[in-house]
């Protein structure tokens, strides 16, 4: 992606490179899974993954499991394996906050728009779960009295048996899995510098500030099905409203 002639936008591909006065980027984050780097990761004699690479429980049946990230997926991947396991043990780096009652559409437009408050800054965007809180439904009641979901602090390294914390403790493990969340995948946009100080990308709406041809679905606010619909809408009604010229790529 790159400026071209006459205020266009140049969108390079495998099929060729189109002309365009305005773009959609909607490639979200699901292909760039994020896993964290910690002192001895390059030791460890077992297996580490991500949970975009999770296939199912039964890939870890008589393993020892630690599960990393204090998110949805954390707490429904270890919920899941734990019944295979011949053990697990549950580390995040802060402790995990759950939320009663229901999550309806009032409370995912105020979770929306905590997110959308950081994009608005510039500033990197976190998950919208991280706002919102964990659900406390009947598997996570379940979890925490059977004491699966007994959350220890995040581990200073990792050793080639497991992982260890400075205190002195030591969790012998087999598998190691990140569920440690996704990060947006604009890297095809980075010739645009459309990156604030801060880290992020500044957003009004769908529409980047730094160069208002480009609109971000899929980023911060819209990464997730609450508000990904609604940012498509706004997106194209924006798009629409350019004068009537040449077809705009999307």
Partial sequence: MRAGDAGRLLVETSDGVWSSRALINATGTWDRPFSARYPGQETFRGRQSHTAQYAGPEEFAGLRVAVVGGGASGTQHLLEIAPYAAATTWATRR??????????????????????????????????????????????RQGLADGVLDRQPMFDRVTPEGVAWNDGRHVSADVVLWATGFRAAIDHLRPLRLREPGGGIRLDGTRAVADSRIHLVGYG???????????????????????????VAA
Avoid: K
Avoid at 106 to 135: D, I, K, M, Y
Avoid at 234 to 242: F, K, T
């Fill in 221 to 247: 606010p819209s990464a997730s099905t609450i508000g990904a619909n609604r940012a498509g809408r706004a997106a194209v009604r924006d798009i629409r409203r350019l004068p009537a010229e040449e077809p």
């Fill in 95 to 140: 402790p995990p906050v759950f939320r009663e009652g229901p999550f309806d559409e009032n409370a995912g437009r105020a979770a929306v728009a905590l997110v959308e408050e950081r994009v608005r800054q510039g500033l990197p965007p976190r998950s919208v779960v991280s706002v919102t809180g964990l659900l406390l439904n009947d598997a996570i």
